[in-house]
């Protein structure tokens, strides 16, 4: 529930990224607009602020759930070319927030909550607007000195809690949420213009217009159960009467259709569920009564979250029976086939995990949620060749999508097949993308340092090693 102080601290400071030791320089809090450079600069540190405290769902199929929805999205706004970035992000209140850089986080909550995909993105919209609309710089310019120090304060609960994830959260969501809320939203006005952009965002796409106003109705009810303790959608977003009347009118000038239903929407709410939970019995036995009942909003999907579930709370056998009812209705279904291939790992049958996989190439060639769920599978099975083939394969084309996960999981199988040059460039990349850049700066130079390196992949070890280096001098705070 923290991000939207976490962007703001970044926002406030416009600078590239946080020092490793130290407290940066704050500048001019008079400055001026962010430029395109700096509000790129600051949403890369967001996110590799994020993935360090593992506040990031990285999971391949929600990933490219929700940056399709994004994208489809951004199709129909004014600025169609632009590239986004959306991500989930593990926090079961229901938020989503805008950052500099067009970088758009969706909070596992929201999704949950979400009785519809229309009701998604009409939420994902309004964010799309902010960005579209420039509210990310005009929100700057407007701050003043007091911001400023807000910021350092953050900076410094950042530096203090040295890594200690909880220690960070908790400083930024109590040390910051009941006083300073106000510098945290959008001005009213610039919310008025995101809702309208985002209606007609939401309508030319596709979807239902008059969502917007339904999730905005639905949370008002709701404020009754919450008491003194709003969800923080109603912090963040403040909805009134007056809201919600409005947003009715402007869905009048669009022609309303019933959008085709999205099954992908509700298995990953499903997916999302197990994932994030801590109490994996009790999300077992909310998908067996939702099964069993058949009060869901799709049934094949509350299947699909009980075969996950059993696998989470490992009972394979019982998935594999659930995940094959699936199969047989939908043979073709990729979030079906990996999990179909999770649950054979899982049975350590490995030569059930080769067919599954090679027979999802087949059928997916090039796509990162098999390549990536099919090397981790090789590498738990020791299997280290064909994983470091498979995933050599898929780097060689640069156009290719490549996660901070994938990283990880090269670096490995290229260690245990002797391609150590390799091995520690791409541990590098992990550890730049999770904020850690000089236990980056340390492994590029280790790879850096083997002779055995062809010409091709030194130069790529320097470059990459040029860039951290010059990164680091970015960071350095400056002194007056």
């Known amino acids: ?63 490219h759930y929700i940056q399709s929805l994004g994208y489809k999205l951004v199709a129909q706004s004014d600025q169609p070319q632009r590239k986004f970035t959306f991500f989930v992000l593990k926090d079961n209140s229901i938020n989503a927030f805008a950052a500099p850089g067009a970088y758009i986080g969706v909070n596992a909550g929201l999704i949950e909550t979400a009785k519809s995909e229309s009701e998604l993105a009409a939420v994902v919209a309004h964010e799309v607007a902010h960005i579209t609309q420039n509210h990310m710089s005009r929100m700057y310019a407007s701050k003043k000195r007091r911001g400023i120090a807000v910021a350092a304060a953050m900076i410094a609960a950042l530096i203090a809690s040295k890594g200690n994830s909880q220690l960070t959260k908790g400083v930024i969501a109590t040390g910051i949420a009941g006083s300073y809320q106000a510098k945290v939203n959008f001005t009213r006005a610039n919310e008025k213009e995101a809702d309208h952009i985002g209606i007609k965002i939401l309508a030319h796409a596709g979807f ?20 003194n303790r709003l969800p923080e959608f109603l912090s963040t977003h403040p909805v009134s009467t007056t809201r919600i009347a409005d947003a009715q009118n402007r869905v009048g000038q669009f022609e309303v259709r019933q959008p085709k239903e999205n099954f992908n929407f509700y298995l990953m709410r499903a997916r999302i569920a197990t994932l994030i939970t801590r109490n994996p019995a009790r999300t077992l036995n909310r998908f067996k009564k939702a099964l069993s009942s058949g009060f869901t909003l799709n049934k094949d999907a509350a299947r699909y979250g009980l075969a996950l579930a059993l696998l989470r709370t490992t009972n394979p056998g019982a998935a594999r029976r659930h995940i094959e009812i699936l199969l047989r209705k939908d043979p073709t279904r990729l979030a079906y086939i990996i ?51 498979l995933i050599s394969n898929y780097l060689s084309n640069p156009d290719n999508q490549v996660e901070a996960p994938l990283h990880q999981l090269y670096s490995l199988a290229a260690a245990k097949t002797g391609h150590l040059g390799e091995a520690f460039l791409h541990r590098g990349e992990y550890f730049y993308l999770n904020d850690q850049l000089k236990l980056a700066i340390t492994n590029l130079t280790k790879a850096a340092s083997f002779k055995s390196n062809n010409e091709f992949l030194a130069a790529k070890i320097d470059a990459r090693l040029r860039d951290f280096k010059r990164e680091v001098h970015i960071r350095k705070p400056k002194h007056h």
């Open 1 to 63: 529930m923290m991000i939207r102080y976490l962007f703001l601290f970044l926002a406030l400071n416009a600078v590239p990224a946080l020092a490793d030791t130290a407290i940066p320089d704050l500048g001019n809090p008079a400055g001026s607009v962010l430029s395109p450079q700096q509000e790129a600069e600051i949403g890369k540190k967001l996110m590799r602020l994020l993935r360090k405290h593992h506040m990031i769902i990285e999971d391949p199929l929600v990933t």
């Open 208 to 227: 239902d217009p008059n969502a917007m106003a339904k999730f905005f109705q639905r949370m008002q009810k709701a404020t009754s159960l919450y008491g």
């Open 339 to 389: 999990t179909s291939g999770e649950i054979a790992l899982a049975s350590r049958n490995a030569a059930k995990v080769k067919e599954v996989f090679e027979d999802a190439l087949v059928l997916y060639p090039n796509n990162y949620a098999v390549v990536y769920y099919y090397a981790q599978a090789l590498t738990q099975l020791k299997r280290y060749k064909r994983a470091y083939r």
